[in-house]
T-cell receptor
Framework: DAGITQSPRHKVTETGTPVTLRCHQT?????MYWYRQDPGHGLRLIHY???????DKGEVSDGYSVSRSKTEDFLLTLESATSSQTSVYFC???????????FGQGTRLTVV | AQKITQTQPGMFVQEKEAVTLDCTYD???????LFWYKQPSSGEMIFLIY??????QNATEGRYSLNFQKARKSANLVISASQLGDSAMYFC????????????FGTGTKLQVIP
């Protein structure tokens, strides 16, 4: 199994509260990704990182921010959670080009 | 920017039959690759197969093969001899170019294998 861990696995939070999801890897892979998965939409890219402190937006980045201060951790923050951010969030890592992505187990986030 | 389209939201296949899942893409990159993933009802994402656009032969991994037709910009997944355990969501994905490697996924196809 690829060494990738997401925490927490489940979270219920209230509208307007900040939430941080953590992705931790032990593989020293360069690329890290955050996706959200919703029925009918597949996996949509929120943000990704191509190195320490190097991040960029994906297609659904509004309302989310990320940080990567060291290779092994990629944090996704919802500054003020909304009900539309209720989703399953997946983190993924890749070693380099022409390599597959390995996924974490997912985090189920419910905003009430 | 890359774009991936999976036009089959759901499909049925009889056990032991072969099935083709469609994936078309749009990219301006000269060199690119295409991934396929499986997501069973348990939720984990499982890598199945990858092929680069520069590979001459279609990729094969066990019962999975990739039917890559660059002129049509399609990269269909063929599953031979379907099994009940193949029932799952299937996603294709394309990575971006160069050092950024943004990976874009399609919306998925739900495959159900009928006994």
């Amino acid at each position: 199994d690829a060494g990738i861990t997401q925490s927490p696995r489940h979270k219920v939070t209230e509208t307007g509260t900040p939430v941080t999801l953590r992705c931790h890897q032990t593989e020293n892979h360069r690329y890290m990704y955050w996706y959200r998965q919703d029925p009918g939409h597949g996996l949509r890219l929120i943000h990704y990182s191509y190195g320490v402190k190097d991040t960029d937006k994906g297609e659904v980045s509004d309302g989310y921010s990320v940080s990567r201060s060291k290779t092994e951790d990629f944090l996704l923050t919802l500054e003020s959670a909304t009900s539309s951010q209720t989703s399953v969030y997946f983190c993924a890592i890749r070693r380099g080009t022409d390599t597959e992505a390995f996924f974490g187990q997912g985090t189920r986030l419910t905003v009430v | 920017a890359q774009k991936i389209t999976q036009t089959q939201p759901g499909m049925f296949v009889q056990e032991k039959e072969a099935v083709t899942l469609d994936c078309t893409y749009d990219t301006s990159d000269q060199s690119y690759g295409l991934f396929w993933y499986k997501q069973p009802s348990s939720g984990e994402m499982i890598f199945l197969i990858y092929q680069g656009s520069y590979d001459e032969q279609n990729a094969t991994e066990g019962r999975y093969s990739l039917n890559f037709q660059k002129a049509r910009k399609s990269a269909n997944l063929v599953i031979s001899a379907s099994q009940l355990g193949d029932s799952a969501m299937y996603f294709c994905a394309i990575p971006g170019k160069g050092g950024y490697q943004k990976v874009t996924f399609g919306t998925g196809t739900k495959l159900q294998v009928i006994p």
